[in-house]
């Protein structure tokens, strides 16, 4: 038998603004980076590429957490 266990919405409230705070983070740095590139800065463009990584990696390191436990 499996223990159900509910989320308060206090939780879900968070989580939610969390991840909508880590895409718009993750948007904006993508914005940046096209910019960047755009504007023939590479240095800026670089950095936001690494971020961008930096971000889809910990997303990904977050939602293989999460699901395990």
Not at 1 to 10: D, E, P
Not at 25 to 32: E, G, Q, T, W, Y
């Amino acid at each position: 038998m499996h223990n159900v266990t509910f989320v308060s919405a206090a939780a879900a409230a968070t989580l939610t603004a969390g991840l909508a705070a880590y895409s718009a983070l993750l948007l904006a740095a993508i914005a940046v980076g096209i910019h960047g590139a755009r504007r023939h800065r590479r240095v800026q463009a670089i950095a936001a590429a690494v971020l961008v990584g930096v971000l889809t990696l910990g997303g990904l390191v977050v939602a293989i957490a999460s699901s395990v436990t």
